[in-house]
């Protein structure tokens, strides 16, 4: 049994969405046994838990709303085997250094957040540029041991527990049965951490990855590790009007070859990298308007000059060229282009910060939706045309060959913050009717269910809350994430 503690820091009581919570008690679990008899201490002495990874959630997801806190930061074993084992409070930091003396293979999910632990990423189905090639984190999972609300585990290999069309059947460690119905939506083919994902005879893993601690605690993950590609290529190209640059995403989507990343840089974020450039970091042209970045991760050299190759040919057809392109072919030069484009978010950062001084009920509004691929044109317009109308200061980048930009408000006034809220929620409004995703990566949280509301309607709502009560029925786990139990 872990040590319960009812003396808690006040950083455990919030995460880097800023909402703070309240909770009665810690316990830092060092193995499964011991999360399985902190839930049973908890159940005991009827208390809700909220599990808690690095903290670096944006919605609130780890901020508890009283009850216990189960804090998995400090279960941090790595196993190897072919692949990985690796208990849930192991960071991303630490999988690639561990992994750095293998040499020959990574991890590929990749969010900016490398201080995220491994069990908070597969809760929120974390991403990061490259799950355009190699998927999310849920496509580097090859099986997970959970604890369920009862102290009872249950142990998934994907390929192992299927659903029969929309009913599954499962059994604990222990010998229960858990069986039922899954909810009778259809999470959409594109990017998404919006609620419990569901397919018709789906691999049951894939529906405790993404479900944001509300069914189950990861208490042991196993990951898929990918060939480290012995050839990467990054591409910088510039273009003079924003369309053209849509064009190249498009038609860079179309070759053949599948790129690692397609990163956006519109005209705003163009102009604060101008303003706020890191030292080593390549300084940006006046008349380059517009950025996209490619990367392609190759067997050989010849392979990834091929590539790029066919890429540029796409490049000239879409109002691009070479001369305002910067081609990256070894790790000198990549670094200095991932400099330019890691600038963005800390300039994002420090300039919101800067206006906080004034008035500190500002803060950043940033968007996590994504749509279909062929929406990405309609989006983009109408997130210009909002901001424009608005007035509003703001950048818009991210992982557009998923269709998944960030636009950022930089909100000067409280009125302008107030005013970027509301239209918020308007574009939510019109990403559903796009058949988009309300959250593609950052997750529901407890910040973001009126979203997720208007994403799956009352009904599927209910369909997950039903879901929930069958392998938690007093709501003590993670209460107040997805929806209101
Ligand atoms: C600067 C910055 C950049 C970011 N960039 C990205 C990005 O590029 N892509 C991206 O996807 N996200 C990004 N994030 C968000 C965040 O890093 C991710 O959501 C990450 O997966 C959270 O991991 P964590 O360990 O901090 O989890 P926490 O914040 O501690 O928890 C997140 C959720 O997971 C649950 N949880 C944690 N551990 C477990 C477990 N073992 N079992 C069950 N549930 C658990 C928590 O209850 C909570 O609901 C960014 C955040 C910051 C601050």
Not at 177 to 202: C, H, N, Q
Not at 349 to 367: Q, V, W
Not at 373 to 400: C, K, N, P, T
């Amino acid at each position: 049994m872990p040590e319960i503690h009812s003396d808690i820091g006040p950083d455990y009581l919030r995460d880097e969405s800023r909402k703070t919570g309240t909770a009665d008690s810690i316990s830092f679990p060092l193995n499964e046994a011991e999360i399985a008899d902190a839930v049973r201490w908890a159940a005991a002495n009827g208390q809700c838990i909220t599990t808690q990874g690095a903290r670096t959630g944006l919605t609130g997801g780890a901020v508890p709303s009283g009850g216990h806190i189960l804090n998995l930061s400090r279960m941090k074993t790595i196993t190897d085997r072919d692949d990985l084992i690796v208990q849930p409070g192991v960071t991303l930091d630490e999988i690639r250094a561990h992994l750095k003396s293998r040499g020959n293979v990574f991890f590929a999910p990749d969010p900016t957040e490398t201080t995220a632990t491994i069990g908070g990423m597969a809760s929120c189905n974390a991403s990061g540029a490259r799950s355009f090639r190699y998927g999310a984190t849920r496509e580097s999972i090859l099986a997970a041991r959970l604890v369920l609300a009862d102290g009872d585990v249950i142990a998934l290999c994907r390929g192992q527990c299927m659903a029969t069309g929309r009913n599954f059947r499962l059994k604990t460690e222990s010998g229960r049965v858990i069986e039922g119905d899954l909810p009778s939506y259809t999470t959409p083919a594109i990017k998404t951490a919006s609620g419990y994902f569901v397919r018709d005879s789906m691999d049951l893993l894939d529906l405790f990855i993404g479900s944001e601690g509300t069914l189950g605690i990861f208490s042991e993950l196993h990951l898929k590790l990918q060939p480290w590609p012995a050839s990467v290529w990054g591409v910088m190209a510039f273009f003079g009007k924003e369309p053209d640059a849509l064009a190249f995403v498009h038609a860079v989507r179309g070759l053949k070859d599948k790129p690692a990343s397609i990163e956006f840089f519109d005209s705003c974020s163009l102009n604060l990298l101008r303003s706020h450039r890191l030292e080593g970091a390549p300084e940006v042209p006046a008349d380059y308007h517009t950025a996209v970045y490619v990367e392609y991760h190759a067997a050989d050299e010849d392979e990834a000059s091929g590539m790029v190759e066919r890429m540029c040919e796409a490049l000239d057809g879409c109002g691009g060229s070479e001369d305002r392109t910067w081609i990256a072919t070894d790790d000198h030069e990549r670094e200095r282009i991932r400099l330019f484009r890691h600038a963005l978010p800390e300039a994002v950062n420090s300039l919101i910060d800067e206006r906080r001084k004034t008035d500190p009920a500002i803060t950043k509004l940033g968007t996590d939706m994504a749509v279909p691929d062929d929406r990405l044109d309609e989006l983009m317009a109408l997130y210009h045309a909002s901001l424009e109308r608005l007035g509003l200061e703001y950048v818009i980048f991210g992982h557009i060959g998923s269709n998944h930009v960030h636009v950022n408000i930089l909100p000067r006034t409280v009125k302008q913050f107030e005013q970027g809220k509301a239209q918020y929620l308007e574009w939510a409004d019109a990403v559903i009717r796009m058949g988009g995703t309300v959250s593609a990566e950052h997750g529901i949280g407890k910040l973001k269910t009126p979203f997720l509301l208007k994403m799956m309607g009352a009904r599927g709502i209910e369909d997950m809350r039903r879901l929930k009560r069958l392998f938690d029925p007093q709501c003590r786990l993670n209460p107040g994430n997805l929806f209101a139990c």
